[in-house]
Antibody, heavy 119, light 107 residues
Framework: EVQLVESGGGLVQPGRSLKLSCLASGFTFSNYGMNWIRQAPGKGLEWVASISSSSSYIYYADTVKGRFTISRDNAKNTLYLQMTSLRSEDTALYYC????????????WGQGVMVTVSS | DIQMTQSPSFLSASLGNSITITCHASQNIKGWLAWYQQKSGNAPELLIYKASSLQSGVPSRFSGSGSGTDYILTISNLQPEDIATYYCQHYQSFPLTFGGGTKLELK
């Protein structure tokens, strides 16, 4: 069974940093591209970042480019999102999601981890 | 960037009826479209990919169609467990974008 479990969220002050993790199991993690997608309270879905299986290809939404860094450790089956210079508008539930082979839709999602940016 | 416009934003329907949700892309996305269902308090789940391909395990009352810039999600014989918010998403190119969502409620 595919499982994606996010961690590392919490309350953080504006301008500070936070690092999210997503532990994957139930599939060969190193074969799949992975993504972070977020959802602000009561709002819709926003794609944040994507990383290919070998980390060769990385893409970001303009709203986080230069502030967020997606990375992965295939030996640890873990996806990361390093978030710096956090803003109130980054407050959201952050989902880790697996993408299909050679396509960019999301076939499995974690349950999400909440990040609240507030003073 | 490709913008995805979903309509309606809210939809009220009766059990057993059929409903349709539309998604319009700001440019030709060549069928690279997915639909997701998000029930209250849960993560989204993939329903349909490549505009009309049903994800494994999804009931056949869900179907997708469309091409070019215009796509439709149809739910036939509406069931209580279909009450949710539905999102479309294109994957033609980066940045990946979602529609604004359609909240489906029971009449």
């Amino acid at each position: 069974e595919v499982q994606l479990v996010e961690s590392g969220g919490g309350l953080v002050q504006p301008g500070r940093s936070l690092k999210l993790s997503c532990l994957a199991s139930g599939f060969t993690f190193s074969n799949y591209g992975m993504n972070w997608i977020r959802q602000a309270p009561g709002k819709g879905l926003e794609w944040v970042a994507s990383i290919s299986s070998s980390s060769s290809y990385i893409y970001y939404a303009d709203t986080v480019k230069g502030r967020f860094t997606i990375s992965r450790d295939n030996a640890k089956n873990t996806l990361y999102l390093q978030m710096t210079s956090l803003r109130s508008e980054d407050t959201a539930l952050y989902y880790c999601a697996r993408r299909g082979i050679r396509v960019h839709y999301f076939d499995y999602w974690g349950q999400g981890v909440m990040v609240t940016v507030s003073s | 960037d490709i913008q995805m416009t979903q309509s309606p934003s809210f939809l009220s329907a009766s059990l057993g009826n059929s409903i349709t949700i539309t998604c319009h892309a700001s440019q030709n996305i060549k069928g690279w479209l997915a639909w997701y269902q998000q029930k209250s308090g849960n993560a989204p789940e993939l329903l349909i990919y490549k505009a009309s391909s049903l994800q494994s395990g999804v009931p056949s009352r869900f179907s997708g169609s469309g091409s070019g810039t215009d796509y439709i999600l149809t739910i036939s014989n509406l069931q209580p467990e279909d009450i949710a918010t539905y999102y479309c998403q294109h994957y033609q190119s980066f940045p990946l974008t979602f529609g604004g969502g359609t909240k489906l409620e029971l009449k």
